[in-house]
């Protein structure tokens, strides 16, 4: 090893899906909406005119934080936005998980919690969910340095109710609890109305699954006054003009539309429990989704061989090869005609083996 790689910062970095881009694939791997953005936001994008790149875009995001202050019945005091909710989360990761104890999260979660905990030497303790993958409230009852749950999780769909959330705030006044709502428009319920309770609740979500907009970049955390003005210290002090023109533009443009996002989410939901009606009659199992993807496994058949399968005919899934969870594939919800296109391989799959 050179000298000066003794002070490198050395990472495991986050394996973001693979982005395949080929003509006629169906790709439901990474959880994108397979709807567009809502209409006014193609309009918005039009009409931007390049002479206004000249000029820094608004440091305080004031059109997109009071947009979603409205939509949300908050004040913009209490909603501080970021590149995605990654941004989000990193930022709160960076700002409350200071105590150097451990914080926690759940041992199957979204993969990127443990990869910024290393990236900010935060310690953590990995929570085992139960056999059904549901969160085992106690466990969260002990000292900790703050909690990060994904409601609904992620990979496995499965959502908590409110009244869990509840518990785990009430016996964690001390430490900051992160609610990450990824995907919290296809079901679950959200933990929104419970932050003029708890002064230690961050709720996070993202543009990125209900709202079309995983490109744009736009991520979302609501919170009390004082937690949200701890999170623009910090980030005022890394990189003020994180949200770009067009973001802060087409974001709130989307925001605005709650029609179009009802009927949208509407109909993913929809698909979904079509979905899971028909991989059940193909002898898949998967715990109950709550989110935009369903979380499977057969009792017949190797994941990793069936993703391979599936890659072949230009159907791409995820795959984690992980414990747990390494003979579970994790398919997004797409539309109607490329569900169909799926369940038509399966069914002719799981034909061949039967
Ligand atoms: C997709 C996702 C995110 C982040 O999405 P962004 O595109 O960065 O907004 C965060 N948490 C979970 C659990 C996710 O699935």
Same mark, same amino acid.
């Given at each position: 090893?050179?000298?000066?790689?003794?002070?490198?910062?050395? &990472?495991?970095?986050?394996?973001?899906?693979?982005?395949?881009?080929?003509?006629?694939?169906?790709?439901?791997?990474?959880?994108?909406?397979?709807?567009?953005?809502?209409?006014?936001?193609?309009?918005?994008?039009?009409?931007?005119?390049?002479?206004?790149?000249?000029?820094?875009?608004?440091?305080?995001?004031?059109?997109?934080?009071?947009?979603?202050?409205?939509?949300?019945?908050?004040?913009?005091?209490?909603?501080?936005?970021?590149?995605?909710?990654?941004?989000?989360?990193?930022?709160?990761?960076?700002?409350?998980?200071?105590?150097?104890?451990?914080?926690?999260?759940?041992?199957?979660?979204?993969?990127?919690?443990?990869?910024?905990?290393?990236?900010? /030497?935060?310690?953590?303790?990995?929570?085992?969910?139960?056999?059904?993958?549901?969160?085992?409230?106690?466990?969260?009852? /002990?000292?900790?340095?703050?909690?990060?749950?994904?409601?609904?999780?992620?990979?496995?769909? &499965?959502?908590?109710?409110?009244?869990?959330?509840? #518990?785990?705030?009430?016996?964690?006044?001390?430490?900051? &609890?992160? &609610?990450?709502?990824?995907?919290?428009?296809?079901?679950?319920?959200?933990?929104?109305?419970?932050?003029?309770?708890?002064?230690?609740?961050?709720?996070? #979500?993202?543009?990125?699954?209900?709202?079309?907009?995983?490109?744009?970049?736009?991520?979302?955390?609501?919170?009390?006054?004082?937690?949200?003005?701890?999170?623009?210290?910090?980030?005022?002090?890394?990189?003020?003009?994180?949200?770009?023109?067009?973001?802060?533009?087409?974001?709130?443009?989307?925001?605005?539309?709650?029609?179009?996002? #009802?009927?949208?989410?509407?109909?993913?939901?929809?698909?979904?429990? /079509?979905?899971?009606?028909?991989? #059940?009659?193909?002898?898949? /199992?998967?715990?109950?989704?709550?989110?935009?993807?369903?979380?499977?496994?057969?009792?017949?058949?190797?994941?990793?061989?069936?993703?391979?399968?599936?890659?072949?005919?230009?159907?791409?899934?995820?795959?984690?090869?992980?414990?747990?969870?390494?003979?579970?594939?994790?398919?997004?919800?797409?539309?109607?005609?490329?569900?169909?296109?799926?369940?038509?391989?399966?069914?002719?799959?799981?034909?061949?083996?039967?």
């Amino acid at each position: 090893m050179l000298k000066w790689e003794q002070n490198v910062r050395k &990472v495991v970095p986050y394996v973001p899906g693979e982005q395949p881009n080929e003509p006629g694939m169906i790709k439901l791997n990474t959880n994108e909406n397979p709807y567009p953005p809502a209409p006014g936001v193609e309009r918005a994008l039009r009409e931007l005119s390049a002479d206004r790149l000249r000029l820094y875009p608004d440091p305080t995001a004031s059109v997109l934080v009071q947009a979603l202050a409205d939509r949300n019945g908050v004040k913009p005091e209490q909603v501080f936005v970021g590149v995605g909710s990654d941004d989000v989360l990193a930022m709160a990761f960076l700002t409350f998980f200071n105590s150097g104890k451990p914080i926690f999260f759940p041992d199957i979660t979204y993969s990127f919690y443990d990869v910024w905990a290393d990236l900010f /030497r935060i310690p953590y303790a990995c929570q085992p969910l139960d056999e059904n993958f549901q969160i085992r409230r106690e466990d969260y009852f /002990r000292e900790n340095g703050g909690i990060v749950l994904a409601n609904p999780n992620a990979p496995t769909g &499965v959502a908590e109710s409110l009244d869990g959330i509840r #518990q785990i705030l009430d016996q964690n006044p001390d430490v900051i &609890v992160i &609610v990450d709502e990824a995907y919290i428009d296809f079901g679950g319920t959200s933990a929104l109305p419970l932050i003029p309770e708890y002064d230690n609740l961050l709720v996070v #979500q993202t543009f990125s699954k209900s709202r079309s907009m995983a490109g744009m970049r736009i991520g979302a955390a609501f919170g009390q006054l004082k937690l949200i003005r701890y999170l623009n210290d910090v980030k005022y002090s890394f990189n003020s003009y994180t949200m770009d023109l067009t973001a802060l533009t087409l974001g709130a443009e989307a925001v605005k539309d709650e029609a179009y996002f #009802q009927e949208t989410t509407a109909k993913i939901i929809a698909t979904r429990e /079509r979905v899971k009606g028909e991989l #059940q009659k193909l002898g898949f /199992r998967f715990p109950d989704s709550q989110s935009n993807f369903i979380f499977v496994t057969h009792p017949d058949l190797e994941a990793r061989e069936l993703f391979e399968a599936l890659r072949e005919r230009r159907i791409y899934v995820r795959y984690f090869p992980k414990p747990r969870i390494d003979n579970y594939l994790r398919i997004s919800i797409g539309t109607d005609a490329e569900m169909d296109a799926l369940l038509a391989f399966l069914r002719e799959y799981t034909g061949k083996r039967g």
